[in-house]
């Protein structure tokens, strides 16, 4: 199955896929867009040219395992997202995936202003690589 994964920032949303063998999460791009409405119309052009069958949305929660302030906004875009398209909507935890996604780009020696560009694209990678590896259990 076709999985969309979405890392949604303050500033930046990273998108990922993964094949239909749900093998492998692959980065997609970066959308930088703080409006929400825009965000969503952006994401939707995404879904209708890449077809996902399943979203998966990066759930944020604090170390002792609460929901914040920023999981509300997740699980908004959650319901944005559901109320323009009928593909069900999912939410994974990403804990450290930003952390994670820093050490990837470090050991790939990526640096400065070409790491802020695609951290969330990497994220959004790795918490779509831990939701497929996480249905494959």
Known sequence: MKIMSIDYGD???????????ETLASSYTV??????????SK?????????PEKIVIGLPR???????IRADKCKELGR?????????VDFEDERLTTVIAHDILSSNNVRGKKRKKIVDAVSAVVILQNYIDKRKQ
């Open 11 to 21: 500033a930046r949303t990273g998108i990922a896929f993964c094949d239909k063998t």
């Open 31 to 40: 959308i930088e867009e703080i409006y929400a409405p825009k965000l969503v």
């Open 43 to 51: 994401i939707s052009s995404i879904i209708e040219s890449e077809l």
């Open 62 to 68: 604090n170390m002792d395992g609460t929901y914040g």
């Open 80 to 88: 944005l997202i559901s109320q323009i398209t009928d593909i069900p």
